[in-house]
């Protein structure tokens, strides 16, 4: 039998730890803090865990109908068009016991293809999917049970369902509508047209070489156009629907005809505000269709208890379809309402809804004082929130929901930060939002808690609390790193201290622009923070670091596929520096052209497919009359260069350093040869396991690699607080944050760093050839953007603090270190403190992002190989939360090999 | 009287493709088992006048004002289309 890398290495007297300050106990450790939502809660929950991904073509029926009549209008009203009749027709139900209504698609994980960005990637399997609908016969119980064991995925055809993406279910019926409604916008999609115009920029064919070789993850033109950014709901909750539409109207009155000395776009105002009275009546039409369905489920039913929350259900919907609400619960159902709206206006992932806690806070304090609703009450609405939110899916291809994603839609909550004053933000509700995260685990919400020295210690203990749930939430993140990020990047455009008080995380962890409205509440003004920026989940998105480093030790040529990607360098890379210059030569050429072919999409997008609803919410849009594609949000330079595998670049780099350049061990030809021949080990995908320590030496793998690649392991390693390898990470970010200022967006703003890995550490891993800090070829790169390389960070937790704050995270969007902790580690009162400790030391070195997972591995390998018997489990991966059984292998495989620290 | 399933009857909330609830009972159902008898028929484009089947779960909606008249599909929910019509 073939021997493991572990096993390897032990042979040879090397020990490969994955735990560090101590030893796990040898029984499965469950977590300390385990809570219950309420009733109500639960059996919403238990629905929603047997419930799979479903897909409808119902949206976009009706939009591509309304679409294909108004060829001749202009485009910002065709579109509005189009959502006012998709909006107008979406069907509602409501399901008994829940308090919050209203969702994305006619079921209650349901989701719907948006040709008019793609359409391309699933009529590429035109002729399967048809197959598949014409062949299925009935459902079979047992094959449906089956998929429950990959909680809500759908890998799979079976029974009258057919399967997408490998993650939606379409019901049979359907197939034949999904495939002539994409029919129809062939040629026409962003994607289609970004494309044909995409090709005109000089060096695209080294654009389409990155995208085969999987030096780039996504296209985020067509892919997600919008998202990892904070919606704002103030001109909902402040003036009612009916407020919008009369701002609107008169605004036309005063613009129609007028350039207003904008003889560019002056003239726009008229149509844009047109557009935006058209999608609200979509909206209002929508709110009523629920208000309706309420009334007739009130008129069937025979419990009176139920019969009256019916009643009020549709109450609520008729009076906030037209007012602003006047309570809690109404304030609450509007912002669910808006932020589907918003969802299904475009395809999104990462609309977060920002500081709730804040937003919501007026309608809790009057309500509270009035006696109009209990805490407890208020926690169950919260709690049914996270049902809602965990619910929501988006509908994308494979690469991106699978790849990036791991099906995650990051509907972030911050909590804590500072109010527009500087003094601490925290309230009452927002110590409810954490109970209720406790009482309610489930992906939705992530929480992520804006870290200051201000904010007060009992909610700082609360948040570990919540975090021992496992739940791998709150997420802490610098309130004053993020301030210092936002008034240096959006300086420009008018970002003072004020403003920057104002930020929210938008998507899993990217610092997004917010500003300030006064909210009014019975003669009672609050004024609560919202997002007024540009989505940052454009830009150049997940380039490859350790596969440029591939391409520079191979001059130019792609040792998985052999293709060419880059011109050849033809440099001997006789020294250190000739090798990090040619790498950083090759990666500006990769972001440049990857940003201009990526701004081309997005002005297709920004002229045909704009935001109308997400626009309107915005500062400053329905001031100024210009939507997101006419800068009309107050904050606009969102786009950004995001990086992947910094650690494992970094982790290869002093290896590369220390063995061929400093200490001359190996020359560069033999390392190159190790790295071509994986070390005499299988790959990954052979083996089907993504993790070092399980990777297997191949039958004809004699030892001629074994020295140089213990060498290779044993070099040093980040996270150690070792200047050898830290070094090189301060230089890499002193080079890549100031590089991005190069790039410019199609709004004509500097692009900035952004350093998450979402899961592109596993799919970009897997693309890759084994690399010179001894990883082996396919296995995932380091997680995030600060973690150490599983089994390599030996020195503790306060060590891995000073390797990752060894650079002023301040000139990044963000930096994101996760690390795993046994459940025993943090034990009791003690380790709550211990936690925050580690947590404030860490934030006080300059750190930005700091995450923790609390699992026992023992836990997760058992998980892998009994996933029915966990349906409910949760992990952290990079920046969210996931149900472990919705996760990839490679993801999966890389989290169980994380580093667990017995000890903090 | 044709005997409906569960996902063409009113009484019914789909939960996903394969499932849903039983708003009188509180059951869970499977969308393509039988419904009992008395319960509410869906409006579905395979219910109304207006729909004209070409082929295999694909057809035309006679009332759309697209020319040519603009695709339907059979099991289309029509609670919220102003043009449906009961045979």
Known sequence: ?904 | MEMLTYKDTRNYAPIDVTKGMDLLTREIVMADTQAPEGYEIMPKCKFCKNFKETDTFIGTCEASMNEPRFIAYPDMTAVTCEMYETM
């Open chain 1, 1 to 904: 039998m073939a021997k493991t890398l572990k096993a390897v290495l032990a042979d040879a007297g090397i020990p490969m730890n994955f735990q560090a300050g101590g030893q796990a106990p040898d029984q499965l450790i469950d977590r300390e803090i385990q809570r219950e939502p309420h009733p109500r809660v639960q059996k919403l929950k238990h629905i929603f865990m047997g419930t799979l991904s479903s897909a409808s073509n119902e949206f976009p029926y009706w939009y591509t109908r309304e679409y294909m009549l108004h060829d001749n209008d202009v485009p910002v009203l065709r579109r509005a068009k189009s959502l006012k009749t998709a909006f107008a027709h979406s069907t509602p139900v409501i399901i008994p016991g829940e308090l919050l209504t209203m969702r994305k698609a006619p079921y209650f994980r349901g989701s719907f293809p948006m040709p008019w960005l793609s359409e391309g990637f699933y009529m590429a399997k035109e002729d399967e999917f048809y197959q598949e609908a014409l062949k299925r016969g009935s459902a079979s119980v047992d094959e449906h049970s089956k998929f429950g064991q990959g909680g809500g995925n759908v890998p799979n055809s079976f029974g009258k369902v057919v399967s997408i993406a490998g993650k939606f279910g379409m019901r049979q019926e359907e197939i034949p509508a999904l495939l002539k409604l994409a029919r129809l916008w062939y040629g026409k999609s962003v994607d289609d047209l970004g494309n044909r115009y995409e090709k005109m920029v000089p060096g695209y064919g080294t654009k389409e070489k990155i995208m085969r070789n999987i030096v780039c993850m996504f296209d985020s033109g067509f892919t997600l156009p919008q998202g990892r950014e904070v919606i704002n709901y103030y001109y909902p909750l402040e003036y009612g629907f009916d407020g919008i539409i009369k701002i609107a109207r008169e605004m036309k009155d005063k613009v129609a005809g007028r350039a207003d000395g904008d003889g560019m776009v002056g003239m726009n105002r008229l149509y844009n505000y047109e557009a935006v009275i058209y999608v609200v009546e979509g909206i209002q039409s929508w709110i009523h269709n629920y208000a309706k369905e309420a009334r007739r489920l009130e008129s069937l039913e025979a419990d009176a208890h139920q019969k009256t929350e019916f009643k009020e259900m549709a109450e609520r919907l008729e009076w906030i379809a037209h007012n602003p609400p006047r309570t809690f619960i109404e304030a609450f159902q509007m912002i669910e309402t808006v932020h589907i709206a918003v969802l299904n206006e475009d395809a999104i992932s990462g609309m977060s809804p920002g500081r709730i806690g804040q937003v919501l806070y007026p309608y809790f304090e009057q309500d509270m004082e009035a006696g109009r609703i209990t805490e407890d009450e208020v926690i169950e609405l919260l709690e049914l929130d996270r049902v809602f939110k965990t619910s929501i899916d988006c509908f994308a291809s494979v690469g991106v929901v699978g790849g990036v994603l791991s099906g995650n839609t990051f509907n972030t909550v911050s909590i804590g930060g500072l109010d527009k004053e500087g003094k601490s933000a925290v309230n009452r509700l927002e110590y409810l939002i954490l109970e209720a995260g406790a009482n309610n685990a489930m992906p939705q919400s992530t929480l992520s808690l804006l870290y200051d020295e201000k904010l007060p210690e009992d909610f700082l203990l609360l948040a570990m609390e919540v975090i021992k749930t496992g739940a791998g939430y709150p997420a802490f993140m610098s309130n004053q790193i993020a301030q210092e990020f936002l008034k240096n990047h959006y300086g420009h455009e008018g970002m003072n201290v004020e403003d920057a008080r104002a930020w929210a995380i938008g998507g899993c962890l990217e610092t997004s622009a917010c500003t300030w409205k006064p909210l009014h509440l019975n003669g009672k003004e609050y004024w609560i923070p919202g997002g007024a920026g540009q989505p940052t989940s454009v830009g150049v998105h997940f380039v490859s670091m350790p596969k440029i480093l591939e391409l520079t030790l191979f001059n130019g040529i792609d040792q998985k596929t052999g293709e060419t990607v880059f011109a050849p360098h033809d440099k001997s890379l006789d020294t250190y520096e000739e090798l990090f210059e040619q790498f950083k030569t090759y990666w500006k050429e990769a972001v440049d052209i990857l940003a201009l072919t990526n701004n081309i999409q997005h002005d297709i997008w920004r002229k045909n497919n704009m935001a109308v609803f997400n626009s309107l919410l915005k500062p400053d849009c329905l001031d100024k009359g210009h939507l997101i594609n006419e800068l009309g949000y107050r904050y606009n330079a969102t786009f950004n260069v995001e990086s992947a595998g910094t650690i494992t670049l970094v982790n290869a780099m002093a290896a590369l350093k220390k063995l061929v350049y400093d200490e001359k061990e190996v020359n560069l030809k033999e390392m190159k040869n190790a790295l071509k021949d994986n070390f005499g080990f299988k790959t990954a995908q052979e083996i089907n396991s993504f993790s070092l320590a399980d990777q297997e030496k191949r039958e004809d793998g004699d030892k001629k690699w074994d020295k140089l690649h213990f060498k290779t392991l044993q070099a040093p390693k980040y996270g150690n607080d070792d200047p050898y390898a830290d070094n090189i990470l301060l230089d890499w970010e002193n080079f890549f944050c100031p590089d991005c200022k190069n790039y410019e967006s199609l709004y004509g703003h500097p692009m900035y760093p952004c350093q998450i890995s979402v899961s592109t550490h596993g799919a970009m891993g897997s693309a890759t050839i084994a690399s010179p800090d001894g990883r082996l070829a396919g296995t995932t790169f380091a997680d995030a953007s600060m973690s150490a390389y599983p089994g390599t960070d030996k020195n503790g937790p306060f060590a891995l603090l000073n390797s990752a704050a060894i650079w002023d995270h301040a000139m990044s969007q963000n930096s994101q270190l996760n690390i795993k902790i046994h459940p025993t580690a943090i034990k009791g009162v003690e380790g709550a403190k211990k936690l925050l400790d580690l947590t404030r030391a860490y934030m006080r070195k300059g750190g930005f992002h700091i995450q923790y997972n609390v699992v026992d591995s023992k836990v997760l390998k058992d998980a892998q190989k009994h996933p029915e018997n966990y349906r409910d489990l949760m992990v952290r991966v990079a920046g969210f939360t996931q149900y472990w059984v919705e996760i990839g292998k490679s993801v999966q495989d890389e989290l169980i090999a994380r580093t667990e620290y017995e000890g903090v």
